[in-house]
């Protein structure tokens, strides 16, 4: 299973395992990790997931598509590196990736 490991905007890690196939939000809510608050559901329909991904994983990751390049209009402090943690679907590649939650969702 791969692992994802959260730090927030504090520089305090969390280590969690998940299934292939779960994505980065789904992973932070199952596991209570804080500062992801994902009010829709996953439905890529806000921007309260957002989280920041180490540049070493972006080259792993799918591009943005238009609907999250939407949705990043409304998140705070977009960065190059910003992304909505419910678009990460994980895979064994991924096990590992790490991401940072904003200060303010």
């Known amino acids: 299973m791969p692992k994802v490991i959260y730090v927030d905007h504090e520089g305090n890690k969390r280590e969690v395992e998940a299934k292939v ?3 980065v939000m789904e992973a932070a809510v199952q596991n209570m ?3 992801i608050d994902a009010d829709c559901g996953g439905a890529c329909a806000c921007a309260t997931c957002h989280v920041y991904v180490d540049p070493d994983w972006m080259s792993k990751l799918k591009a943005r598509d238009d609907m999250e390049e939407s949705m990043l209009d ?6 190059e590196t910003s992304r909505l ?3 990460i679907q994980l895979t064994d ?3 590992g990736i790490t991401v940072t939650t904003p200060e303010v969702q």
């Open 74 to 79: 409304f998140a705070e402090d977009v960065k």
């Open 21 to 23: 196939g779960t994505t």
């Open 93 to 95: 590649e991924l096990d």
């Open 33 to 35: 990790v804080p500062g």
């Open 85 to 87: 943690s419910c678009q």
